[in-house]
């Protein structure tokens, strides 16, 4: 006789794609801090911020042709990590010499190369749940009860960045 699974939780996931992706990085710091303060606006029991992955590209330019001769990723744990690897990449000579001929060195936070995204695990009521929030998209995910997804849909309607 084999054994059987047994159904013990349901879990449910939804996203919410913004009409337009975040570029300041202080408003969507704004959110985070939001989400995870003591006075949370879902009312959360317990919140706490997870994993944090913040990357982009430095691209180093030929101060004669204003071509891009290299590029270095920079992937970061922390948002201060993050902008302290740009500072020092962005202000790096021996950087701006090897690739881009002693020219200028520029990142930016607009586009596709740039990435962030924070995990939150929370519990609202006896639910427990994740919210991942993006540069263009939240999403709730492991979720049971449909009241818990009401919520946050509630207070992310609230949130002209989160539209």
Same mark, same amino acid.
């Given at each position: 006789?084999?054994?059987?699974?047994?159904?013990?939780?349901?879990?449910?996931?939804?996203?919410?794609?913004?009409?337009?992706?975040?570029?300041? $990085?202080?408003?969507?710091?704004?959110?985070?801090?939001?989400?995870?303060?003591?006075?949370? /606006?879902?009312?959360?029991?317990? +919140?706490? =911020?997870?994993?944090?992955?913040? %990357? !982009?590209?430095?691209?180093?330019?030929? /101060?004669?042709? *204003?071509?891009?001769?290299?590029? +270095?990723?920079? #992937? @970061?744990?922390?948002?201060?990590?993050?902008?302290?690897?740009? !500072?020092?990449?962005?202000?790096?000579?021996? =950087? %701006?010499?090897?690739?881009?001929?002693?020219?200028? @060195?520029?990142?930016?936070?607009?586009?596709?190369? $740039?990435?962030? &995204?924070?995990?939150?695990?929370? %519990?609202?009521? #006896?639910?427990?749940?994740?919210?991942? =929030? &993006?540069?263009? *998209?939240? #999403?709730?995910?492991?979720? @049971?009860?449909?009241?818990?997804? $009401?919520? +946050?849909?509630?207070?992310?309607? #609230?949130? /002209?960045?989160?539209?």
């Amino acid at each position: 006789m084999t054994a059987d699974f047994i159904q013990t939780a349901i879990s449910k996931s939804a996203k919410r794609i913004f009409t337009a992706e975040f570029t300041n $990085a202080a408003a969507y710091d704004a959110i985070v801090a939001e989400i995870t303060g003591v006075d949370n /606006p879902l009312g959360l029991a317990e +919140v706490e =911020l997870g994993k944090q992955t913040y %990357k !982009t590209y430095v691209g180093y330019f030929d /101060p004669n042709t *204003s071509e891009m001769n290299g590029k +270095v990723q920079v #992937t @970061a744990y922390t948002r201060a990590e993050y902008a302290a690897a740009i !500072t020092a990449l962005t202000g790096s000579a021996d =950087l %701006k010499t090897a690739f881009g001929n002693g020219g200028t @060195a520029e990142t930016s936070e607009i586009g596709t190369e $740039a990435t962030w &995204n924070v995990r939150i695990s929370a %519990k609202l009521g #006896t639910d427990t749940f994740q919210i991942s =929030l &993006n540069r263009d *998209s939240m #999403t709730v995910s492991g979720y @049971a009860d449909d009241a818990t997804l $009401a919520a +946050v849909d509630a207070w992310a309607d #609230t949130k /002209p960045a989160l539209n």
